[in-house]
């Protein structure tokens, strides 16, 4: 039998279909994976279907207060505004629909955008509440490991996307995210035990607050509340307190 030509070696390795469930272009088998792998072969889905934006979310596992935890998005390790926005808005409808339903939900305004006009036309998706203000997008329903779910959304105004491929598309976004959340388990057992202070002051930085401000809210020196942030960015392996907030609402570790 004859060997397969070079050609035909780059063919193959081109279709070779990675855990995360996206053909990678240049060959790479992915047995490496990692966030920053998965971040990449979401953002091939986008520009398959001609999105501007993308986000992954993991739905808050509170039944008292159902919202949107980001994970990443195009902006990795860091969390675009808009994301934040997304997640800020409290999405409760969404949210529940992701823990009851598979169906694809979309969102958009007068239906003047070619996104709209896509979206409106497949008979597998549902309409639902503005997720990110002033841009339609669509976000698809997805479940990993141990009972997690979320929604994995991507959003713009020229977004192209047939029922066929919608089909196509979920089935890449499952695989993704069961990726997604296996790598966040084994995170999460990895690491080392983060105190309720510190876990307190890594939030209140995500709100916004300095060192400062934290201090005083939490009746704490501004020396003692800087070594918390400190240690918890260490714990985390964070380079900064931005990449430590980043890494800490990936994981869940607040809401």
């Not at 549902?126 to 698809?140: H, S």
């Not at 934290?214 to 020196?221: D, F, H, R, V």
Request: with cysteine; aromatic share 6%; charged share 20%.
């Amino acid at each position: 039998m004859s060997r397969p030509g070079k050609d035909g070696g780059r063919l193959a390795a081109r279709n070779r279909k990675s855990p995360f469930g996206a053909a990678s272009p240049d060959g790479e088998p992915g047995h490496t994976l990692s966030v920053a792998d998965a971040v990449r072969r979401c953002r091939w889905i986008a520009i398959d279907i001609n999105a501007a934006e993308f986000a992954l979310f993991f739905a808050s596992p509170s039944l008292e207060r159902a919202r949107l935890v980001p994970c990443f998005d195009a902006l990795h390790p860091a969390i675009a505004p808009g994301t934040r926005l997304a997640a800020g808005r409290g999405g409760e409808a969404i949210v529940r629909h992701a823990r009851t339903s598979s169906l694809p939900c979309w969102w958009g305004n007068d239906g003047a955008t070619a996104s709209e006009r896509a979206f409106a036309a497949l008979d597998m998706a549902e309409r639902t509440e503005e997720l990110v203000p002033g841009c339609p997008g669509i976000a698809f329903p997805v479940f990993g490991e141990r009972g997690q779910c979320g929604l994995i959304a991507f959003w713009g105004n020229e977004m192209v996307l047939a029922g066929d491929q919608a089909l196509d598309i979920h089935a890449r976004c499952f695989s993704l995210f069961a990726a997604v959340s296996a790598i966040r388990s084994n995170e999460l057992r990895k690491l080392p035990t983060i105190s309720k202070r510190e876990l307190e002051c890594l939030k209140l930085t995500a709100n916004g607050l300095t060192s400062e401000q934290i201090a005083a809210s939490l009746k704490l020196s501004v020396h003692t509340a800087n070594q918390y942030l400190t240690s918890s960015a260490q714990k985390l392996d964070a380079t900064n307190r931005t990449h430590a907030v980043a890494k800490a609402l990936r994981l869940g570790l607040f809401e």
